[in-house]
């Protein structure tokens, strides 16, 4: 397949910025699936030793992939201890 896209880049320069984004695209969309699998509390690959551990986060930790303009470690906790 990829001798196959080569050859057609040969043939067709313009095709390369065309393969370029589509492969951008694809790596993009991969390490984002793999942030949000990794690093999201909402997924649990440990269930055995550490069931509920979305209750250990403290109200600076920051678990969302971008937010604008919010310093963590100026919040305050909002609600009471369990």
């Not at 999201?40 to 971008?66: A, H, M, T, V």
Request: aromatic fraction near 16%.
């Amino acid at each position: 397949m990829l001798r196959q896209i080569i050859g057609q880049t040969k043939e067709h320069p313009s095709l390369s910025p065309f393969f370029l984004f589509i492969g951008a695209g694809g790596t993009g969309a991969a390490m984002y699936v793999l942030h949000l699998a990794l690093f999201n509390p909402d997924i649990s690959w440990d269930r055995k030793n550490d069931p509920e551990f979305w209750n250990k986060l403290g109200p600076n930790d920051q678990y969302k992939f971008y937010l604008v303009n919010v310093d963590y470690s100026k919040l305050k906790k909002g609600g009471p201890d369990f």
